[in-house]
């Protein structure tokens, strides 16, 4: 009797050893589904001249849906995407033909593209003593602008607001106990500290990288957006920008992959947004040189210099209204009407009204002036991981409790637009979406993975069965694991519209490297090895999730954890 007591408990162990590290039968099956040689293959093609960088609306965009889309099929994923209609052939002219309808792995929609018009123009209006002034400022001699998909025009007080930011868990806040609402801020680059980097400010706001400093400029924009100012007016305090203006220097523009005497191509040329049906203004962002920045700022008390100087040493905002000072502004607008697509594909489990999404975006920046940004890590790297999951989850031959959406989102680079589109127009209800998994960038070592095994996943930490799953699945992988559990989990990818609303969701990223945005961003820097247990990893954490009873546990009290942020 003992003896079959010691052996239930022994088994028992084994039972429980076993689904803790996700070798059950099943799963392997999936796992031997994901091979080096199958990720290589298709990180090649998506990443070739052949699909031209696949930006939005392009004709290499469009190649590389059909490419997904055909791998769906093959896969035996069933389309989730829109309903097209399909007339029969009628055998005479007398007959009438009739239609039926048929579900498509394409999910369509339709963008505005725009860009500056010729009719630009900004007047500064100020009190020269007992004189009321105009001074009329001409586009690319004193100032640039990125226009919205619209036409404007309109005079606004102008408020002093240093470097626009506010961080709560630094205690800084330009905007505080000031009214922006209806004005147009005047904002300098850059962050307290950027210019003395031994002072307590850099210290404190220093990005580590240029993807930290991409996500401050944008933390910028955000703040702005939510102040409610109608846009802001940028002061560069690192150098003269009209120098960027010069139209008579022969090759003037050098970056590492060009030189000449014309702009190189940036990748960000054509601008696009969702139409909607609802008209959401948003704020100019205008630079400006530094003599509209001085008739801005006389007689106010500002000085740049050391305002940025005192702001190093005490971390102290000293945000004000100009007094006396309004800025005009008039925009053109040259636009146009655009579609892409989204492509989607699901597995129907028992359930069919829960689903989980497995995403990442397919786009990327384009081809511009004979270059090519191939994005081969940003990120045809995350559209073969949903790829590869998929193979893995029919591979187990077992129907799933969930339904298993899988998503490659059009639209990324031009601000999250095809997972916007899908959070407002999704395949089934909102509410039976259960969780969403993020793929971005994960194939390239970031510069302090030595070893080239690092990857981080941010998660909701209020869905606490998350880091226990990452963190007993990765014992399967041997990744080196860096988790931030966020309760509010954002930022400039594809799980955000998820997380906005209340979506649980866990966001894969390798690491930031220097061909970030570059047309450098080759296939051959690829980690493959790392890539594939990545993909690994998200598949294990798809398949627990995609079975168990119900919904994810949540806890409204669980606290963040880990890094800010994990690179």
Known sequence: MKRIKTFIVILGILLIYSNLFGQTEIEKKGLEAITEKGVLAQLEFLSSDWTEGRETASKGNDLAADYIAGMFKVYGLKPAGDFETIRTRRRSIFEFAPSRKKRTYFQNFQLIEYKPGDNICLKVHYKDGNIKRTVIFNYKTDFVINVSDYAEEYTAPVVF????????????????????????????????????????????????????????????????MKSGAIGVLEINTTGDISRSWVTNKPYRWKTPFYEGDTPPPTGYERRMKLVTDKFIPEPAVVQISNRIANILLKGSGINIEKFEKNVAENLTPASRI??????????????????????????????????????????????????????????????????????????????????????????????????????????????????????????????????????????????????????????????????????KPSGGSDFAPFAAKNIPIIAFMAGF???YHQPTDEVNKANIKKMTKIIKLGFLNAWKVANLEGKLIWDKNAKETGPRRPF
């Open 513 to 515: 490297h220097p061909d």
């Open 322 to 487: 100009l007094v006396d000072k309004y800025v005009s502004i008039k925009t053109s607008v040259n636009s146009k009407v655009v579609s892409t697509q989204n492509v989607l594909g699901y597995i129907e489990g028992e359930n069919p009204d829960e689903i989980i999404v497995i995403g990442g975006h397919y786009d990327h920046l384009g081809k511009h002036k004979g270059y090519i940004w191939n994005g081969s890590d940003d990120n045809a790297s995350g559209t073969v991981a949903v790829m590869e999951i998929a193979k893995a989850f029919m591979a187990t031959g077992v129907k799933p409790k969930k339904s298993v959406v899988f998503a490659t989102w059009s639209g990324e680079e031009k601000g999250l637009l095809g997972s916007k589109y899908f959070v407002d127009h999704p395949f089934k209800p909102l509410n039976n979406i259960v969780m969403n998994i993020n793929f971005d960038m994960i194939s390239r070592d970031s510069e302090n993975d030595k070893e080239g095994n690092k990857v981080s996943a941010t998660y909701t930490c209020h869905a606490v069965q998350l880091k226990e799953f990452l963190e007993t699945y990765n014992k399967v992988t041997g990744l080196d694991l860096s988790l931030r559990g966020s309760s």
């Open 161 to 224: 607001v240093g470097y626009g930011i506010t961080d709560k868990e630094k205690n800084y806040d330009d905007f505080e106990n000031i009214d922006v609402k209806g004005k147009l801020v005047l904002r300098i680059s850059g962050y307290p500290g950027h210019l003395d980097t031994t002072s307590n400010a850099y210290k404190v706001f220093r990005p580590k990288d240029r993807m930290e400093l991409y996500r401050l400029r944008r933390k910028k924009n955000e703040s702005l």
